[in-house]
């Protein structure tokens, strides 16, 4: 038997996995299931009288994707470095990053400017479509460091903001 | 017999690319691929029996370089160019070089392209060989007279649009004519505050529109036919993401009508080779045109399943001179197809464009059941182009059933390292009003806006699947040199769509 370990929603979650007769039998909290390998990365389980297919592969930074029903789900290790993820985690509401590499078209705001929770801050052009990039706090706009026509990666904030404590 | 063309160059990529391919294969003609350096490791570099390297990722140095498309073809030997969707496929330009160098343009004339593509000379042209266009002023105006009389001609509710317009800004609807001088100040008003432009104009306001398109084929011989419609009405940003066909909202005798009118836009055109025309539908059954697009649409696929008709074979012979074949004359819609296109995007965040690596990649399979994919595990997806990754295509004799069919295969089809749309599409096509098929441009902003996804559901099962995964992964060190990765011969993979015949048989 082996146990591991993952992050959902927050929590820590432990599981332990034991092979029997080629199922794989995994305890997490008081619940029990099999789930059964049809091939790579696939497995199937019987919940609730219905069988669904299930895939699960790992990525070399050790983030587990699954795909139950179509809902996709990323899980980490708790041991996972979160820094340098695009975006910024919590608290760092004060700066504001392309969701991915692409090209500023638009500003839609200047330096000075209030700004508040869900509010379109830049537009980023990638993958030929225009994503909006919303603003997550309340606050003013300290600083713009990009201009319209810039290429950003999603690790240089591309506006700061004084964010009221 | 000899084949149609010595050999093909498929100047695009991905799933369009390798449907292209596909149906060079059928008909016996070898094919180039052309790609990119973000293509290196694409599926359809690997998919053709030749393939050329074209330059940078940037699409300009590569698959939008013209002299670079029909260098390539001379140099690999090929004496025609298939263009697919996107990029150079609705280019006069290419049309024409391809003319010069004595290669066949697998499309239509370059005037064709070039007439067609200029949206204000070609409804004209089209208002004047009696196609019906949504009634309203060409130009804006000063005098509030002129509001009012285009007004009454279309028949209100009318809207009123700011010609620099875009994002809802400038816009009114007006229901009647008292409302017309205010809403025509205020969105003046907001015109002005947007665009530092305030032309605005007017036209009729289609209530709860749909989008019907025509797929037209036309051979160079003078016989241009109608393979029936396409519905395309959800939508996001302006983006089809599911079609269908049969349109519900289509009876026989408005199916003869828009068809035929469909023939007269592409024959107006002096038109050849496949195309599809557009119309918004409103609804009490008035039809208008919109505009003809000169290429293969990414949506062919539902056509071919319900006539059984390869859409891209037949705009190979039409090419290389055939007559339309036969088969044309009576044609059926047999059953109910349903496409949804998969895109590399989080449709559970604003469709946000997603990139990695493609960690697993199945497809369902079964009858009725057709995967057009460009990627494979272990291809990127990266920000260069577009981020459609493939389309999931199914056919039921019915459309309840084909609705059945599309949820369980896309439960079926994983594709695991990047976001993609399927739960949201599986929403979609159980929400009731998509089942009774109120299908209407405006369906995902007005029934998808409150949509929340929970998956706190998911959490035992979803750690269970992780584990299980790590533990595969894992394996040689959680069993003492036992190998678990469990990689016996399954019939699971096979059948993947296995859950079809449950629902087929419910």
Same mark, same amino acid.
């Given at each position: 038997m082996s146990s591991y370990e993952f992050l959902f929603d927050g929590d820590t979650v432990t599981s332990s996995v034991e092979m029997t007769d080629e199922t794989y039998r995994v305890k997490i909290d008081d619940e029990e299931m099999e789930l059964r390998q049809v091939s790579d990365n696939l497995f199937s389980v019987f919940i609730k009288g219905k069988r669904i297919l299930i895939a699960a592969a790992r990525d070399r930074n050790g983030t587990t994707y699954v795909d139950i029903d179509s809902a996709l789900i990323?899980?980490?290790?708790?041991?996972?470095?979160?820094?340098?993820?695009? #975006? #910024?985690e919590e608290g760092e509401k004060d700066k504001v990053f392309?969701?991915?590499? #692409?090209?500023?078209?638009?500003?839609? %705001?200047?330096?000075?400017?209030?700004?508040?929770?869900?509010?379109?801050?830049v537009i980023v052009e990638a993958m030929k479509m225009e994503n909006p990039v919303l603003c997550r706090a309340n606050g003013? %706009?300290?600083?713009?460091?990009?201009?319209? #026509?810039?290429?950003?990666?999603?690790d240089s904030p591309i506006i700061e903001l004084d964010i009221p404590e | 017999m000899k084949p149609l063309f010595e050999k093909i160059l498929v100047a695009n990529r991905s799933e369009i690319a390798v449907r292209v391919m596909s149906a060079c294969r059928t008909l016996g003609i070898p094919c180039v691929a052309v790609y990119s350096d973000a293509d290196r490791k694409s599926k359809h570099r690997y998919y053709a029996d030749e393939a050329a390297y074209i330059g940078l990722s940037s699409p300009r140095e590569s698959y939008l370089d013209i002299e670079k498309i029909i260098n390539t073809a001379k140099e690999t030997g090929c004496d025609a160019i298939h263009p697919g969707y996107g990029f150079l496929a609705e280019n006069p330009i290419l049309a024409q070089r391809c003319v010069d160098e004595n290669i066949t343009f697998i499309g239509p004339s370059s005037e064709a392209i070039k007439l067609l593509g200029n949206k204000v000379e070609s409804r004209v042209k089209m208002a004047n060989a009696g196609i019906p266009l949504i009634p309203g002023m060409k130009d804006s105006s000063a005098d509030i007279d002129q509001y009012r009389k285009t007004a009454d001609e279309a028949g209100y509710p009318v809207i009123i649009k700011a010609a620099a317009g875009g994002g809802g800004k400038g816009m009114r609807v007006v229901s009647s004519v008292d409302e017309l001088e205010d809403a025509l100040?205020?969105?003046?008003?907001?015109?002005?505050?947007?665009?530092? +432009?305030?032309?605005?104009?007017? &036209?009729?306001?289609?209530?709860?529109?749909?989008?019907? *398109?025509?797929?037209?084929?036309?051979?160079? =011989?003078?016989?241009?036919?109608?393979?029936?419609?396409? &519905?395309?009405?959800?939508?996001?940003?302006?983006?089809?993401?599911? &079609? *269908?066909?049969?349109?519900?909202?289509?009876?026989? +005798?408005?199916?003869?009508?828009?068809?035929? +009118?469909?023939?007269?836009?592409?024959q107006t055109a002096d038109y050849t080779n496949a195309g599809t025309v557009e119309f918004l539908l409103d609804e009490s059954g008035?039809?208008?045109?919109?505009?003809?697009?000169?290429?293969?649409?990414? &949506? =062919?696929?539902v056509t071919e399943m319900v006539t059984g008709v390869d859409l891209v074979v037949e705009q190979i012979r039409i090419a290389a001179g055939q007559k339309?074949?036969?088969?044309?004359?009576?044609l059926t819609q047999r059953g109910h197809a349903i496409e949804c296109r998969i895109y590399a995007e989080d449709g559970d965040n604003n469709f946000m464009p997603s990139t990695g690596t493609i960690l697993h990649y199945s497809e369902p399979v079964g009858p009725g059941v057709r995967a057009d994919s460009g990627i494979a595990a272990g291809m990127e997806i990266t920000i260069d182009y577009d981020p459609i990754m493939s389309k999931l295509i199914v056919h039921a004799p019915n459309r309840e059933l084909a609705i059945k069919k599309m949820i369980d295969s896309l439960n079926a089809y994983k594709i695991l390292g990047v976001k993609t749309s399927k739960k949201f599409m599986i929403d979609?096509?159980? =929400?009731?009003?998509?089942?009774?098929?109120?299908?209407?441009?405006?369906?995902?902003?007005k029934h998808m806006a409150d949509r929340q996804l929970d998956l706190t559901a998911y959490r035992t099962i979803a750690v269970a699947a992780a584990s299980v995964a790590a533990h595969t992964a894992h394996g040689a060190k959680a069993f003492n040199g036992v190998k678990s990765d469990g990689a016996m011969p399954s019939p699971w993979q096979t059948i993947g769509s296995w859950q079809i015949g449950d629902s087929i048989h419910e």
């Open positions: 990323e899980l980490k290790e708790p041991s996972d470095d979160v820094f340098g993820e695009a #975006g #910024g392309a969701p991915m590499p #692409g090209k500023i078209v638009k500003l839609l %705001v200047e330096v000075g400017d209030k700004v508040s929770e869900k509010q379109q801050l003013t %706009v300290k600083a713009i460091n990009f201009a319209v #026509g810039d290429q950003v990666d999603s | 100040d205020s969105a003046r008003r907001e015109a002005l505050n947007a665009f530092n +432009d305030d032309t605005v104009y007017l &036209e009729k306001y289609i209530v709860n529109p749909r989008h019907i *398109e025509f797929q037209i084929l036309a051979d160079t =011989h003078g016989n241009t036919v109608h393979v029936f419609e396409r &519905e395309c009405s959800i939508q996001r940003r302006h983006q089809k993401i599911i &079609e *269908e066909t049969p349109s519900v909202a289509l009876d026989d +005798d408005l199916r003869v009508r828009m068809g035929a +009118d469909a023939v007269k836009v592409a008035k039809y208008y045109f919109l505009e003809m697009n000169t290429r293969i649409q990414v &949506e =062919h696929p339309l074949s036969e088969q044309f004359k009576n979609v096509m159980s =929400h009731p009003e998509f089942k009774a098929g109120h299908t209407y441009t405006s369906f995902i902003e």
